[in-house]
């Protein structure tokens, strides 16, 4: 269910880990409010689960690692966005939910130290009914649990032998594109910057095939609608979870 009154999204805090499974997550709308969060000095970083190695039919595994990994390097600069990892061990389209996922996502939450964590919807199913992949859900219900995890010294104490202390500042997880939005931010002004940056992603979308390959239609309409429920020209909806 869509919301139809949006309250404006926190604005007491200046660092944030954007956490997704694959590249081009971020780019299907959160990307346009990071565009607004760096121009604002924001520290914002990104984290991948996988390079996305499964994303592109026909094309060799690796050599798919290799390119949608720089495309996700050149798409975050378009945002403003220096810092792009990866993570090793989880394969793209079959990542599992559990204890390697949860210690990975804790130990890069106690080196980035964010106050927020970003991400894309982790619910069943997409807004208007579709069902969300598997790696979106698994990934998502991971960085909630290991939010909580990265402040517990007792919770992967090996953690400690890798010189990383406890964090427990991240106080809340900004989802896009979940069917319960209730926060928006205000991209006017940002969303070329937004469609840029999943225009840098060619190799993924001229992979597609599907007709779903040009970035601007693939955001306004999406922006449009936010804005005019968050009265705005140009907007990104969140569902946010506290901690």
Known sequence: MTSARLAPFPEDWTRALAVVAHPDDLEYGAASAIARWTSEGREIAYLLATRG???IDGM??????????????TSAARVGVDTVEFLDGHRDG??????????DLAAAFRRHRPEVVVSVNHRDTWPGGWLNMADHRNVGQAILDAARDAGNRWVFTELLDDGLEPWSGVHR??????????HAVDVTGFLDRGIASLAEHRAYLAGLGDGDTDPDAQLCGAAEAAGERFGVEHAVEFEVVQL
């Open 94 to 103: 079959v990542i599992e939910y559990g204890l390697p996922l949860r210690r």
């Open 60 to 73: 060799d595994p690796v050599e798919t690692a290799k390119v949608r990994a720089e495309e996700e390097r």
């Open 173 to 182: 997880v900004a989802l896009n594109a979940s069917p319960e939005p209730m």
């Open 53 to 55: 190695e499964a994303g």
